[in-house]
């Protein structure tokens, strides 16, 4: 690959007015050691791994500050991981899968990590180029077994009510609409999302990333336990552990969840399968049982993530602080809701706990309003009478009083849930499920 990104890089480096010089002059001393690092790597490629210390290092402060204060060592990271992504496939460097699969295995960690500020457009159009000349898309082997029978799952009582089905969808998110969850079934917007289809084929969702990707998943059946964990793995390897139309699940070990994940962002190709339902662009008053509500501080005041796991996978009880549209695109996936107002009874964890815990042990938890990160330890979703009643004598409160406010549904694909701000909700995914949730 030719070094002319190289040496844009570096101009922009020495520009002291470019905007991520700007902010880059803000890591200080850092920045300069940085900026003689990469114009050293330019002329000696082979010593790409003085990028590492500057990952490592930038890595750490991030882990430190909250996204507002971080800004400059997001970049460092990001431009960290180009460089060293740049040096890996460049011509001075033999031209081998296991360069370009490192190359495109650091851009990645960019967008996932750091958020690649000002420089998304570049690292997709570098991963294309890495793809397109240096690796080949490869079918996935598909598992010898057969599909297992599935054993009913246990009905929960933790919940007396249905979310009502609105049909016709109203014209006006107006303040009635505001107050309380809702669904829309088979919603005729969604209904013509190309996702529906197409996100339900594996040689799909591999062919639209292209190889060498990485994604953040979840390791773990619950958050709340001390064995889960998250890390970075194959997208293509993730996808083999789901159950799929004619490409049964690889037999694993753990269970493995990419949950709340901006997908779309790293795999742009994905957004023309969707659409924004108009109705989070409505800028609905806050609701009464959470008078403090603010929409999301970003430019589009709108947060996009995605769910994909196995059957089985959960999400506890949990709050958040913004409307949330929630499409359900492959798969069903149960969902149980209960109002502000029984957050006494949730017996959410300690406050004084969880504000010294390490956040990122809890996906549930949201940066932008930390007192929101609130996670239930009841179990809404046991596995069986005896975990039922042993949540009974654990949490005698929330079985007294809860369930008579609970309300559930079961979304298959096509279906939109809407719920509003400080509602407790938990979910459950019946097979195979692709969800995407819109925060506004």
Not at 209 to 225: C, F, I, N, Q, S
Request: net charge negative; proline share 8%.
């Amino acid at each position: 690959m030719s070094l002319e990104f190289f040496d844009q890089l570096l101009a922009e480096l020495s520009d002291e007015s470019h905007p991520c010089t700007v902010d880059l002059r803000r890591c200080g001393s850092a920045y300069f050691e940085f900026y003689a690092a990469a114009r050293s790597l330019r002329d000696n490629v082979d010593s790409r791994s003085s990028m590492k210390p500057f990952i490592d290092r930038a890595y750490r402060e991030m882990s430190l500050l909250p996204p507002s204060e971080s800004i400059c060592w997001r970049r460092l990271y990001t431009d960290a991981c180009l460089f060293c992504a740049v040096s890996e496939v460049s011509d001075s460097v033999q031209d081998d899968d296991a360069a370009a699969i490192e190359a495109v295995a650091a851009l990645d960690r960019a967008i996932i990590i750091a958020g690649a500020p000002g420089r998304l457009d570049s690292i997709h159009q570098l991963i294309k180029d890495i793809q397109d000349n240096h690796l080949t898309l490869k079918s996935l082997k598909a598992s010898s077994g057969h599909k297992q029978s599935l054993t009913q799952m246990y009905h929960s009582s933790a919940f007396s009510l249905n979310v009502p089905c609105i049909h016709p969808p109203p014209n006006v998110f107006g303040r009635e609409w505001s107050q309380k969850p809702f669904v829309l079934q088979r919603y005729g917007y969604v209904q013509g999302w190309r996702a529906l289809s197409s996100w339900a084929s594996i040689d799909y969702l591999c062919a639209v990333a292209g190889p060498g990707r990485l994604v953040p998943v979840e390791v773990g059946k619950d958050y709340r336990t001390e064995e889960w964990t998250q890390r970075l793995m194959s997208w293509d390897s993730f996808l083999q552990s789901l159950d799929f139309p004619e490409h049964p699940a690889q037999p694993q070990n753990e269970v493995l969840y990419l949950a709340q994940h901006n997908l779309l962002m790293q795999f742009p190709a994905l957004e023309g399968d969707i659409g924004i339902p108009e109705y989070v662009y409505a800028c609905p008053d806050p609701p009464s049982c959470y008078p403090a509500y603010k929409p999301p501080g970003n430019t589009d005041g709108l947060v996009i993530n995605v769910w994909l796991g196995p059957r089985g996978t959960i999400s506890p009880a949990h709050t958040d602080p913004f409307f949330n549209c929630y499409a359900q695109v492959v798969g069903r996936k149960t969902v149980w809701l209960a109002p502000p107002n029984v957050s006494d009874l949730m017996y959410p964890f300690d406050t004084s706990i969880s504000d010294t815990a390490d956040k990122s042990h809890n996906p549930a938890a949201n940066a932008t309003e930390p007192s929101m990160c609130n996670t239930s330890r009841v179990d809404v979703f046991p596995d069986s009478a005896e975990a039922e009643q042993a949540s009974r004598d654990a949490f005698p409160e929330f079985w007294k009083e809860v369930p008579q406010k609970a309300m559930c549904v079961t979304l298959a694909p096509g279906d939109v849930l809407f719920f509003p701000p400080g509602w407790w909700h938990a979910m459950r995914s019946e097979e195979t499920s692709f969800s995407v949730s819109m925060w506004f």
